[in-house]
């Protein structure tokens, strides 16, 4: 399984990013996709997931109304469009999913968001 993250950058505030997710080696339309971030000197933490049924996407509740997570099955794509950014999204992004309760990771994709 390979999860291979890419779209980060260096934004001023109030700008935008879309990250993007791409999955290899796995069934993804079965599987819940995640978006975490870990800033510097802090844990890692859960910003969105989305499943592939009607269940309404989770947001952590400080970007909620700023960031959309969504899929494309047919490229095995998550992504992650943020909007409205701010210097407190400074972070690496991870992309994850769960594999037999054990979670699995991208590299993870720089956000940098200053003037």
């Known amino acids: 399984v390979q999860l291979v993250e890419s779209g980060g950058g260096l934004v001023q505030p109030g700008g935008s990013l879309r990250l993007s997710c791409a999955a290899s080696?796995?069934?993804?339309?079965?599987?819940?996709m995640s978006w975490y971030r870990q800033a510097p000197g802090k844990e890692r933490e859960l910003v969105a997931g989305?499943?592939?049924?009607?269940?309404?996407?989770y947001y952590t509740d400080s970007v909620k109304g700023r960031f959309t997570i969504s899929r494309d099955n047919a490229k095995k794509t998550v992504y992650l469009q943020m909007n409205i950014l701010q210097p407190d999204d400074t972070a690496v992004y991870y992309c994850?999913?769960?594999?037999?309760?054990?979670?699995?990771w991208g590299r993870g994709t720089q956000v940098t968001v200053s003037s």
């Open positions: 080696g796995l069934a993804f339309r079965s599987y819940y």
């Open positions: 994850s999913t769960s594999l037999n309760g054990v979670l699995t």
């Open positions: 989305i499943s592939d049924g009607g269940a309404p996407p």
